[in-house]
């Protein structure tokens, strides 16, 4: 028994030297592995961002890191990918914003409807000082954001044209886990259901939901158009990303990697959000080629309505959020 015990001593303790590397800065020579999962297609911006920066790590970190794209909830949704984070499964995902809010209530100001004017009003808070300080507003729970990536603004459908608020009275819509979103359709008297992206297209094709809020990417690489009869221009909201890792992992590589990714973050960032805009107006007039929808141009009469109707939602979580974040937000239209 003293042979056992003592053999089983010192196999552990080889294993403790072997790990030691790891726990202290992946200091062997294999390749540090990122794991890299998303839910949607490749085609979408999201989904070039992740296969861009896979591309420009192998090359710049050839035989240091390797990157693993996961793409189309081929790992997890966007809510089990925080979980995957934290214990180490996958090592960086991009969820929408609206999937933090369990995490922070900051990051419910990019959920509050019409807030924004434009892409570059989004995109102009994001830089600023109040912006940047919202990448790391979830530390103390373990996580790091590394930064924004746009996807587009969101249009909604349903099968009966949706010009005014009163049109999407009694019906169910499809919106992320978000308490804003929630919140936004209660306030045009519709019934909003909360489901994962992976469930939306049967949930729409057999009719568990009447609508969704989508933006252009979205809509037509996972087909939404085939089964939704009218979408309407309302832009009422932003569909973003965050790009996130853990602190943990994060905190494990040597200083030199994480400055080249910190590097490469940056560059894929800007190319993402370029391409963004271009991206959705092209996605919008594939669907309206497709024939298969109507898409509805609102007039400022009736957008003016939707934003009228909708406003109250600011001032339900403007506590939460803090006024001071809305405020900056709201003066990044100017």
Not at 203 to 214: K, W
Request: net charge negative.
């Amino acid at each position: 028994m003293l042979k056992y015990i003592l053999g089983l001593s010192l196999v552990m303790l080889a294993m403790t030297g072997c790990n030691k590397g790891d726990s202290e800065g992946h200091t062997s020579d294999k390749p540090i592995t990122i794991k890299f999962s998303h839910v949607v297609a490749e085609s979408t911006p999201k989904g070039i961002g992740a296969n861009r920066f896979k591309e420009l790590v192998e090359q710049r970190l050839e035989g240091r890191v390797k990157v693993e794209v996961y793409p189309n909830s081929q790992l997890y949704d966007d809510n089990k990918v925080m979980e995957a984070l934290l214990l180490g499964d996958v090592q960086m995902a991009a969820p929408s914003l609206a999937k933090f809010g369990k995490y922070t209530k900051k990051l419910q100001v990019f959920d509050l409807p019409f807030l924004f004017n434009d892409l570059k009003a989004i995109e102009k808070f994001q830089l600023d000082e109040t912006g940047r300080d919202l990448l790391g507003s979830m530390s103390d729970t373990g996580y790091r954001g590394l930064a924004y990536w746009h996807n587009g603004l969101k249009q909604m459908s349903a099968n009966k044209p949706l010009r005014n608020p009163e049109d999407a009275k009694g019906l169910k819509f499809r919106i992320q886990q978000s308490d804003v979103l929630q919140v936004q359709f209660e306030q045009v008297e519709a019934s909003p259901q909360k489901l994962a992206f992976a469930e939306v297209y049967n949930a729409l094709q057999t009719g568990v939901v009447d609508g969704a809020e989508n933006p252009w990417a979205n809509i037509y690489s996972k087909k939404f158009h085939e089964v939704q009869k009218y979408f309407s221009e309302t832009n009422h909201g932003y569909l973003g990303y965050m790009l996130v890792t853990s602190d943990s992992f994060w905190n494990s590589l040597p200083e030199d990697i994480r400055t080249e990714l910190d590097a490469i973050i940056a560059e894929v960032t800007a190319e993402v959000n370029e391409e963004a805009y271009k991206l959705s107006m092209d996605y919008r007039q594939k669907v309206i080629d497709s024939g298969r929808t109507e898409v509805l141009p609102l007039t400022d009469e009736e957008l003016a309505k939707w934003r009228e109707a909708m406003k109250p939602v600011w001032a339900h979580f403007e506590e939460e959020i803090g006024k001071d974040v809305v405020d900056a937000a709201l003066s990044s239209n100017e």
